[in-house]
Nanobody, 124 residues
């Protein structure tokens, strides 16, 4: 059971970036897939969550309206489309799988399998 993130990099403020998370060793079914991020010296922050079974999506307040979580055509992949990026979006982004998004109240303790993270740096 493994999650692998990819697509991070350096982007200018106001730009866009897609990052992806691919699951291997299991098939996404009734799970929830989430993105978290952690900047240096800060606590891990919820970014977005998708309930795989019904497609419901949830977003943290700091990214609402700018980020979009979506499932790829390859059903074991989940993407995070990040638009209007700001310097404060700079962080390591992690995907994780768990039981539920808890109607948006998800937190890291609810997720048991994590990827290794991908760095997103937004230059001002």
């Amino acid at each position: 059971v493994q999650l692998v993130e990819s697509g991070g990099g350096l982007v200018q403020s106001g730009g866009s970036l897609n990052i992806s998370c691919t699951a291997s060793g299991f098939t996404l079914g009734d799970d929830a897939m989430a993105w978290f991020r952690q900047a240096p010296g800060k606590e891990r922050e919820r970014v977005s969550c998708m309930s795989i079974s019904d497609g419901d999506t949830y977003y943290g307040d700091s990214v609402k309206g700018r980020f979009t979580i979506a499932r790829g055509n390859a059903k074991n992949t989940v993407y995070l489309r990040m638009n209007s990026l700001k310097s404060e979006d700079t962080a390591t982004y992690y995907c994780a799988t768990g039981v539920s998004c808890y109607t948006g109240g998800f937190n890291e303790d609810d997720f048991s399998v994590w990827g290794q993270g991908t760095q997103v740096t937004v230059s001002s």
